[in-house]
């Protein structure tokens, strides 16, 4: 019993105050300063009670750094994925904005081009009557569209009617040029918003390859270090094996005590009953399928892919597919609720900040009695598992008042 205690209190020590940081910044390695036991060292503590004692708490210190490390990794996923996430939602953004004024410009350039030959049916017209003289030559040969008005306008007194098509003529030509100098700028960001986005892919890859090398290295140790204890405590390895995943999901779990306390921000009904049970149904439709970056079905998800396209089902528009866009769009609609008051269907966000603006890095959908649904990253399917309160932020969304 000793020994569950000490493995409790290190694991929970080091999960809180081990100095992770989740911004993508590197975590020095627990382990650096801590080799691992050999066979012959258990064996050789088994004959003594001090040594068995302390071979237990070295054992036990190594597991709780070896949960420390994963669980840093994991949240470094799900913070990579979310960049990735916003990355792309701000390439698409703008693609789409490159692709309405690329269809405004071939609209300005045909109305630029019916305008000049307005222009020449005019100057034509004043050549036959006779009056065209210095007009006609700056209109032939002029490179400005507001040098040829004023010349047109201010020494030949052209009827009120012309004047009317010679500057709408110039309004238009310098439209279509206002437009294709946004077009070009557009183009110009664009380039840099889709290279941001690669970038963005291939970090959050990088972070899923490297945590799901860490968990495989993880499960051979933990194989290890379980018959090493179930050695030294004389008891079989699957209990052991029990014992230490108990608590080390406690851990995971049980980082703050209870509900984080907010203000209420404004008045929030009830949920829709009948469009949260949809999105419930849909949800649970895809429990153990696989977490695939980006992924928003049919059969591979992300944690706001499925959160977006479960609330889609049920005919409710949530955000963009990404998590932080998801808050903003709830904080937008006035739907935030403390989290002590969420309800069934509500959404929760997890953020490395306590910033109201700041980054949310994964999103989940509260089932209520403490549980919720979510796809948390590359190394977990679709899944309904306790609430976890750690980096929880203190306010949920009701997507349907």
């Not at 003594?48 to 070896?66: C, F, Y």
């Not at 310098?174 to 690669?198: M, P, R």
Request: charged fraction near 25%; hydrophobic fraction near 40%.
């Amino acid at each position: 019993m000793k020994a569950l205690k000490s493995l409790r209190k290190r694991v929970l020590a080091s999960v809180m105050v081990a100095g992770l940081t989740f911004g993508g910044i590197a975590v020095q390695s627990a382990l650096a300063d801590r080799p691992y036991p050999s066979e012959q060292e258990v064996q050789d503590a088994r004959n003594s009670v001090t040594k068995k004692k302390a071979m237990i708490e070295r054992i036990q210190g190594i597991i709780a750094d070896l949960t420390v490390e994963q669980v840093d990794l994991e949240k470094t996923a799900m913070i990579k994925a979310e960049k990735y996430n916003q990355a792309r939602d701000e390439e698409a953004a703008i693609a789409a904005k490159v692709t309405e004024l690329e269809k405004k410009v071939a609209a300005a350039a045909a109305e630029a081009e019916q305008a000049q030959t307005q222009l020449a049916q005019i100057a034509s017209q004043m050549w036959r009557d006779g009056s065209a003289g210095t007009s006609l030559n700056l209109f032939l040969n002029s490179d400005k569209a507001g040098n040829l008005l004023y010349q047109l306008g201010a020494q030949e007194k052209i009827a009120q009617s012309s004047d009317q098509i010679y500057k709408s003529a110039i309004q238009r030509q310098q439209y279509a040029s206002s437009l294709e100098s946004q077009l070009k700028d557009a183009k110009a960001e664009l380039v840099i918003k889709t290279q941001e986005a690669k970038t963005a892919l291939q970090e959050a890859e990088a972070a899923a390859a490297e945590l799901r090398t860490k968990v495989e290295e993880q499960k051979a140790l933990n194989r290890t270090f379980t018959a090493q204890l179930a050695t030294l405590e004389n008891i079989s390895e699957s209990l052991e094996q029990q014992r230490i995943q108990g608590l080390i999901d406690e851990a995971r779990q049980n980082n703050l005590p209870g509900p984080i306390d907010a203000p209420s921000l404004y008045d929030v009904g009830p949920p829709s009953t009948d469009k949260v049970n949809i999105a419930f149904a849909f949800a649970k439709q895809q429990l153990g399928e696989r977490y695939v970056l980006g992924g928003m079905g049919p059969n591979i998800w992300d944690c706001s892919g499925i959160t977006k396209a479960s609330y889609a089902a049920a005919g409710t528009y949530i955000g963009t597919h990404s998590a932080t866009n998801q808050f903003y769009n709830m904080a937008g609609k006035r739907r935030l609720v403390p989290i002590k008051e969420a309800v069934p269907g509500d959404l929760m966000w997890y953020s490395y900040t306590e910033d109201f603006n700041g980054d949310k890095y994964h999103v989940v959908m509260y089932l209520g009695d403490g549980m919720m649904l979510e796809a948390p990253n590359p190394m977990r399917t679709v899944r309904i598992v306790p609430l976890r309160y750690g980096d929880l932020f203190r306010y949920a969304g009701r997507p349907t008042p």
